[in-house]
């Protein structure tokens, strides 16, 4: 059995990544996700990777599209500030199908805001936050031990798909600590093989090309159609949820992340009342969990959105759930202390039960 470590999440998203093979880091300081580049620095000497603090969060994220076309694995991290500056990028990678991992350890803004834990990235993340119109794979994880799995996983989809990935923490997560089990990566067996790659004619007999330009007539619509058939099997193949006490609930609770940690705890305080409440929580929120959404209403007619934010996921809950069922919102904008804590929650949830 392996052994437990205690880490901080930001700490076991460098080390899946690192496990997971990737061996390039571009990236800049921000707080509160700067334990993930101060870790890969001090570890990638001894795998023999390549870590480079950019001169900019945009310089790292483009140096992430040359190592990416190059067929390396490789990935950026930074906060929500810095991931926006990053949304250009982020565009023409997505645009080139490139692979690649971008990590957003959210903090409160809008603007310069502050280090507070926040979820008012979820737009930006799951709507494409930059021009043009595609999506990339946004895995949010609720716990120290699926930052570690879930950035493996993202490096999977991500080059199975040829689609950037995304892990969408927050500071909650990437600051605390607590125990992990690291495993071996496990490559799937049915990766394609990156015969795309650009690194020169002659190693591989053949001109190869990756760009996001296609000014032929009619190119950029075929180009456009088939990187939406791509998003489309996303939502077939790749979506992840956890859902817990569905079978009988009569109010579901859908939350992400840190604050569907704080909604468990009430969710157990709710059912030791002998409420029927249940949670269905996305761990994929590109591709959201829609599917899950309708059946669990088929039964449970209301839903409590939790978001630590004025309102972002609750808009995808509506668009997904039974046309019967009622939708309800309870939301924290961030700021110093805005955390949620159980009992509040479990306060809310007498609320919408009984209403």
């Not at 093979?21 to 990638?44: A, H, L, N, W």
């Not at 949010?140 to 991500?158: H, I, K, N």
């Not at 071996?184 to 990156?194: A, M, N, S, T």
């Not at 990756?210 to 990187?227: C, P």
Request: aromatic share 8%; glycine share 10%; hydrophobic share 40%.
């Amino acid at each position: 059995m392996s052994k437990r470590l205690f880490v901080k999440g930001n700490e076991a998203v460098a080390m899946g990544a690192i496990e997971a093979g990737c061996r390039f880091y571009f990236g800049y300081p921000i707080t509160p996700q700067s334990d993930i580049p101060e870790y890969i620095s001090r570890e990638f000497p001894k795998v023999g990777g390549t870590f480079i603090q950019a001169e900019s969060e945009i310089a790292s994220i483009n140096m992430l599209l040359g190592a990416s076309a190059c067929g390396e694995r490789a990935m950026t991290s930074s906060s929500s500030p810095g991931i926006s500056l990053k949304q250009e990028g982020i565009s023409y990678m997505a645009g080139s199908e490139l692979p690649g991992l971008i990590v957003n350890i959210c903090r409160s803004g809008p603007g310069l805001g502050g280090i507070d834990a926040s979820q008012a990235d979820y737009f930006q993340s799951v709507k494409g936050g930059g021009h043009g119109g595609y999506h990339i794979i946004v895995l949010a994880p609720g716990s120290v031990q699926e930052m570690y799995d879930l950035t493996m996983l993202a490096f999977d989809l991500s080059d199975r798909y040829r689609v950037p990935a995304m892990i969408l923490g927050d500071s909650v997560l990437g600051q605390m600590k607590e125990a992990m089990t690291p495993h071996p990566y496990e490559p799937p067996v049915d990766l394609p093989e990156k015969d795309w790659v650009v690194t020169g004619k002659g190693a591989h007999g053949g001109q190869r090309i990756v760009k996001s330009l296609y000014l032929g007539d009619g190119e950029l619509e075929a180009h456009n159609w088939r990187l939406h058939a791509k998003y489309a099997e996303l939502k077939e193949k790749e979506v992840r949820y956890e859902g817990v006490g569905l079978e009988d609930a009569e109010l579901v609770v859908t939350a992400f992340g840190s604050t569907a940690r704080i909604a468990k705890t009430a969710i157990r305080m709710a059912r030791d009342e002998g409420l029927r409440v249940g949670l269905l929580r996305p761990i994929t929120v590109f591709p959201f969990p829609e599917q899950a959404f309708l059946q669990a209403t088929e039964t449970a007619k209301r839903v409590l959105c939790i978001e630590l934010n004025a309102g972002q996921m609750v808009q995808d809950v509506r668009l997904s759930v039974d046309r019967d069922a009622e939708v309800f919102f309870y939301g924290r904008p961030p700021g110093a202390g805005s955390l949620p804590t159980p009992e509040e929650l479990l306060e809310q949830i007498r609320k919408y039960y009984k209403d």
